[in-house]
């Protein structure tokens, strides 16, 4: 089992940055994919950006160029740096981790992280 902790949000200016923090406890070592998706009350969750255990990386458009995700694999945590950061980026931000274990996947979310870009 996986339980993801995260930390680094909360609330800044149209233009601002922000550093989002994930990281992994419990059986930690079959993670393959770290990541980090947002949803706004009332939408669907959507990926913001991932990176696999081999430092492939998948970003959303609207993020592309604003956004950085790294991923330390020895203590299994994901950053994301967030850059220009706009209004509409304003959601509930959530850590996720796919495990393979025994041939088997799972899906794991952290509790979530606010965070709020004021014009």
């Known amino acids: 089992q996986v339980q993801l902790v995260e930390s680094g949000g909360g609330l800044v200016q149209a233009g601002g940055s922000l550093t989002l923090s994930c990281a992994a406890s419990?059986?930690?070592?079959?993670?393959?994919?770290m990541g980090w998706y947002r949803q706004v009350t009332g939408n669907a969750r959507e990926l913001v950006a991932t990176?696999?255990?081999?430092?492939?990386?998948d970003y959303a458009d609207f993020v592309k160029g604003r956004f950085t995700i790294s991923r330390d694999n020895a203590k299994v945590t994901v950053v994301l740096h967030m850059n220009s950061l706009e209004p509409e980026d304003t959601a509930v931000y959530y850590c996720?981790?796919?495990?393979?274990?025994?041939?088997?996947?799972?899906?794991?979310w952290g509790q979530g992280t606010q965070v709020t870009v004021s014009s």
């Open positions: 990176v696999s255990s081999g430092g492939d990386t």
């Open positions: 996720n981790a796919l495990e393979s274990y025994y041939n088997r996947r799972y899906n794991y």
């Open positions: 419990g059986r930690r070592f079959s993670i393959t994919t």
